[in-house]
């Protein structure tokens, strides 16, 4: 079993709906948690982090952390077609220099 | 213009030779990663550096050598000893241990 799991997709809605991106962990000493964006054919780049349980919002963006049930989410509303983009959800203990990433998720925006 | 950049974008090897990536960063942080990503399986640490001249290896680091001579470089060598090299090949840095990790562009590895 894998430490992160995520659904790889792909997904696919119309624009403006509401997205809702997933991932489980199974090492209940994450205590940090990202949200990545990649572009295809580019580096990823970060969208969310947080270290708490509940939620954190950016504009569009809503991360939730439930470490009770070791599941975290991403949600984006208004989605828009350059929301279309592979997500990876990414974790790591306290002092721990390496981060555990899901499989990425790829979403398509349909205008 | 902070950031990081990896150079080239695409790179194409022969079998049995080795080759080098480079990374560079100018946000003047501490701490440097080499991740591979292939389809299906997300990011795998290559190798990491928290301070110059200090390196660890990561879950993935045979076949590959790194070095951290200064603190905005962390180049990354391919060995010929990596048995399946064709990937797509990311650095990041961080602040440091705990904080969050941004990442370059990429450089794409092709082994003919």
């Known amino acids: 079993q894998k430490e992160v799991e995520q659904d790889p997709g792909p997904l696919s809605v119309p624009e403006g709906a509401i997205v809702s991106l997933n991932c489980t962990y199974s090492?209940?000493?994450?205590?940090?948690f990202m949200w990545y964006r990649q572009y295809s054919r580019k580096g990823p780049e970060l969208l969310m982090y947080?270290?708490?349980?509940g939620n954190k919002e950016d504009g569009r963006f809503t991360a939730q952390v439930d470490k009770s049930s070791k599941y975290i989410s991403l949600f984006i509303r208004d989605s828009q077609p350059s929301d279309s983009a592979t997500y990876l959800c990414?974790?790591?203990?306290?002092?721990?220099?390496?981060?555990?990433f899901g499989t990425g998720t790829r979403l398509t925006i349909i205008p | 213009d902070g950031g990081i950049t990896q150079s080239p974008k695409y790179l194409f090897r022969k079998e049995g030779q080795n080759v080098t990536l480079s990374c560079e960063q100018n946000?003047?942080?501490?701490?440097m990663y080499w991740y591979r990503q292939d389809p299906g399986q997300g990011l795998r640490l290559i190798y990491y550096?928290?301070?110059?001249?200090?390196?660890q290896k990561g879950d993935i680091a045979e076949g590959y050598s790194v070095s951290r001579e200064k603190k905005e470089s962390f180049p990354l060598t391919v060995t010929s000893a990596q048995k399946n090299p064709t990937a797509f090949y990311l650095c990041a840095s961080s602040i440091a241990v705990d904080n969050e990790q941004f990442f370059g562009p990429g450089t794409r590895l092709t082994v003919l």
């Open positions: 090492n209940s000493a994450f205590q940090y």
């Open positions: 990414a974790m790591a203990n306290f002092g721990n220099e390496k981060l555990t």
């Open positions: 550096s928290q301070i110059v001249n200090d390196f």
């Open positions: 946000l003047n942080h501490d701490a």
């Open positions: 947080t270290y708490s349980s």
